[in-house]
């Protein structure tokens, strides 16, 4: 997932995901742990879907 960020240069961006990777590593050399999510969003139930249908009286007006 790209995202462009005119504010960031790129080799500002390499520095600090350089910085983030040294720091995970001496974390997980240090025995910390990184437990990984599912990036999987939830599904949605159905309830939770609008319908088209707002009451019985629109389904009457199609019909007319």
Do not use: C, Y
């Not at 983030?20 to 910390?32: S, T």
């Amino acid at each position: 997932m790209a995202r462009n960020n005119p504010e960031v240069n790129p080799g500002e961006k390499q520095r600090m995901r350089d910085q983030i990777r040294q720091q995970v590593e001496e974390f997980l050399h240090k025995g910390g742990r990184i437990d990984v999510m599912d990036r999987t969003p939830p599904r949605r139930q159905a309830g939770e879907r609008g319908s088209v249908w707002h009451g019985q009286d629109d389904f009457q007006q199609l019909l007319d």
